[in-house]
Each structure stands twice: as C-alpha cells, then as structure tokens.
C-alpha cells in the first residue's frame, strides 16, 4: 500500500525557534496532502489542506502565518511552524492523497513536537 | 457542514467478547464514511470505508460496519475482540470522495484479558 512518511519523529525546540516538518509520499505522487493537529487524548483537527504548486488552504481558526505550508513537489509537503511557543506543542500528523486510489487517504505516523 | 459524534469516550470489553462502537454523522447527502484505527505510536490506519452500494460493509481485521441512512449511524462491529484491537477508533466522513474528511472525537477501546 502506499507509504507516507514523517520528519522528524519527534522535536523539542526552545520557544521562539521556527520548526520544520516534513510530510513525504515514498511510493507515490500525491496532489492533496493534508495536516492535522492532535491533542492529547483527542481527535484530530484539519488544520490545512495542500494542493502541490498551489497556496494552502487553512482552516477556520489556523493561523496561516504562523504555520507555513509549502508543498513544493508531489511527493513533498512541509509544514514550519513559526516562532514557536509552548501551546503549540502538539502531535502533527500528515496524509496524502494517492489520485490512483480514491476514497482514501493515507497517513503518515505523525510528529511530535514539544516546545520548551 | 458535515460533523461526526462518537456517543462512547472509552469502551472496555473481556477478549473474545463482541464490540460495537457507535458514530453518527450530520450531513444532508450521501457522505463518504470511514472507521480509522491509531494504535499508539503508529499511524491511523484505515479499517474500512463506505460510499455506495452494499450498507454493510466489510474491513480489515476481522471488522465490519453498517451504514444505516435513517438513524445517520455508521456502527461499527466486531464479533470477537483480541488484546491487539485495544487502541483508538475514530469514524470520519468526507463529502466527496477528494474532499477533506472531518473526525470524530475518537473511541478508545480497552481489552480486558
């Protein structure tokens, strides 16, 4: 199946400092790629979506300066998330469409980052 | 807009017991449902997924669900659980098979040897 991988795993960073995640689809091209952020014990709130050569879309309430979304080529999308600050340690997770298979997203194993 | 509502926070059922975790969605057409699994320090896997046709549907792992249109309910069930199942459950619904999915709260399910 397809294969979605995350950088880093894990981040800890001082509050203040700009932190990248990157979102990769190994084994296939994914137009749409998607962020979420999750809470503790929580569900997982959309916060963008990522179409390649094109602006984010954020949602309601997301910050778009605050977290960058860059998706740059169909395999790649990256999430910065600028001057950084306790609130927003947070577990950030990515998915991406394959266009080949539909109804389906596919996710990778998430990032977690926690800012001192 | 399209919402998703696990009634259940936490389940806790023995092994070999039969699981139901309940979702019910808000949305005016026909949504394209989904039941998720996040086991810890792993990635949301997909179990199974529903658009059209058979309203019972079947998925990975032994688990099935059931669309019903008239209680706006996507059930899903096991017949007999393992410990491996104990993780978190979470139902979603899209609008269009390319569109974003929205996520209910979650479910965590607990396996009691």
């Known amino acids: 199946g397809a294969v979605v991988s995350q950088h880093p795993s894990r981040v800890i960073c001082k509050s203040g400092t700009s932190v990248k995640i990157e979102c990769r689809s190994l084994?296939?091209?994914?137009?749409?790629m998607f962020w979420y952020r999750q809470f503790p014990k929580q569900s997982l709130m959309l916060m963008a979506t990522?179409?390649?050569?094109?602006?984010?879309?954020?949602e309601q309430g997301v910050e778009k300066d605050k977290f960058l979304i860059n998706h740059a080529s169909l395999t790649l999308s990256t999430l910065t998330v600028t001057s950084a600050h306790p609130e927003d340690s947070s577990f950030y997770i990515c998915s991406a469409r394959d266009p080949a298979v539909r109804y389906e997203q596919f996710f990778g194993p998430g990032t977690r980052l926690t800012v001192l | 807009a399209q919402s998703v509502t696990q009634p259940d926070i936490h389940i806790t059922v023995s092994e070999g017991a039969s699981l139901e975790l309940r979702c019910n969605y808000s949305y005016g057409a026909t949504p394209y449902l989904f039941w998720y699994v996040q086991s810890p320090g792993q990635g949301l896997q997909l179990l199974l997924k529903y658009f059209s046709g058979d309203t019972l549907v079947q998925g990975i792992k032994g688990f099935e669900a059931e669309f019903k249109r008239s209680q706006s309910s996507f059930n899903l069930r096991k017949p007999s659980v393992h410990w491996s199942d104990a993780a978190e459950y979470f139902c979603a619904v899209g609008k269009t098979s390319y569109d974003k999915v929205i996520f209910g709260p979650g479910t965590s399910l607990s396996v009691i040897p």
């Open positions: 084994d296939f091209q994914a137009t749409t």
């Open positions: 990522s179409n390649e050569g094109s602006k984010a879309t954020y």
